[in-house]
């Protein structure tokens, strides 16, 4: 009788374990899409508008609060705007401070061969007229990427940012 229920435990957790397995990844593919995520945020971090746009598919969407990007043409304007509002900042006297990304409390998971799903929290942060850093907006991100030709990209990006 003991070995039935051990046996019968088994058949109900075995299956269970090993969909909770396949649905956190490989490891080469949790630091493969830990890496693409990197990049974004040093990608924009150091005004890097083709290093941004190259961790994006071709048909890549980003709805950051709402504000659609489809596409690398207007992915690319993101950066080229924050180079554009710096140098203008720069030529009119005013501050001109890098904006500086903190992320945390990130979950991946894989829904599908293929398909993952990186969440996180955001925080970026400026330095003040008095030269201290401070916090400049908070959020949460939902980035959806796919695995093509072998190579991670971020296919979806969803940005809110909290207002309270």
Sequence with gaps: MRLH???FITLLIVPAFVAAQESLGTYEDRVAVE???A???WAVDSFDAEGYVAVFTDDAVIDSNGNISKGHEEIR???TGLIERRDGNKTKGLPTSNLYHMIGNVRITFPRPGEALH???????VRDK???MTAAAMGRSEDRL???NGKWLIQERKLTVFTD
């Design 5 to 7: 229920c051990a046996v």
């Design 35 to 37: 890496d693409v995520m």
């Design 39 to 41: 990049r974004y945020v």
């Design 77 to 79: 304007k993101i950066v």
């Design 119 to 125: 969440r996180s929290y955001w925080q970026t942060v």
């Design 130 to 132: 008095d030269g201290r």
């Design 146 to 148: 796919l695995k093509r």
